[in-house]
């Protein structure tokens, strides 16, 4: 079963800093791994998708990579703003099926 | 990507009723995920629903406290019967990208609380 970690559960910067959001998953049979942004009592907002066959996806100040070899991916955000603050959230899908794993996800906060 | 219309948005219950969450797809879709988040908690998969036959349910999850209905390809219900203060939480549909490299969508998500 695949396991997937988020490291750290919450992270809180002064504006302008750089954040970096780790996960990690168990089973390296991956088909993708999607970052999705969730705000308080609301949906998810997908952010970036990654192939397995791929290495890094970038949109706007975002970056995500992925080591499918070592289960780990990162999401970086360049420039915080305070609009940054939600919860993101890490899946995976696997290669063999259809169902995303979720992490717990990162709650950020990010102070103006 | 699918746009997915999610209704309601929020809703407060008695315990022992029952609510109707509904998802509507701007797509044909093969399947629709209904997905549930405890406070605090991240997403747990409730169940798989395909048009034209039974939903799926995961482990822990039963069709008599979760029914679904999918009566055509771009429409699903899930209902929370005989709700008690243990089923508030955020129900949560979401769909394939077609194709699929393109991910998975999500609707905006139902914010129960059960009373």
């Known amino acids: 079963k695949q396991e997937v970690t988020q490291i750290p559960a919450a992270l809180s910067v002064p504006e302008g800093e750089n954040l970096v959001l780790n996960c990690s998953f168990t089973d390296s049979a991956i088909y993708n791994l999607q970052w999705f942004r969730q705000d308080p009592g609301k949906g998810l907002t997908s952010l970036l998708l990654?192939?397995?066959?791929?290495r890094e996806q970038t949109s706007g100040r975002l970056n995500a990579s992925l080591d499918k070899s070592s289960g780990r991916s990162t999401l970086y955000i360049a420039a915080s703003q305070p609009g940054d603050s939600a919860t993101y959230l890490c899946?995976?899908?696997?290669?063999?099926?259809?169902?995303?794993?979720f992490g717990a996800g990162t709650t950020v906060t990010v102070r103006a | 990507s699918a746009v997915i219309s999610q209704k309601p948005s929020r809703d407060i219950c008695q315990r022992g009723t029952s609510l109707t969450i509904q998802c509507q797809v701007d797509s044909q879709v093969t399947m629709m995920f209904w997905y549930r988040q405890q406070p605090g908690q991240s997403l747990t998969l409730i169940a798989t629903a395909n048009q034209g036959s039974e939903a799926t349910y995961e482990s822990g999850f039963v069709i008599d406290k979760f029914p679904i209905s999918r009566p055509n390809l771009t429409f699903s219900t899930l209902t929370v019967s005989n709700m008690s203060p243990e089923d508030s939480s955020i129900y949560l549909c979401?769909?394939?990208?077609?194709?699929?490299?393109?991910?998975?969508?999500f609707g905006s998500g139902t914010r129960l609380t059960v009373v």
């Open positions: 899946a995976v899908r696997g290669s063999n099926d259809y169902k995303l794993s």
């Open positions: 990654i192939q397995s066959s791929q």
């Open positions: 979401s769909v394939e990208g077609r194709p699929m490299d393109y991910g998975y969508t």
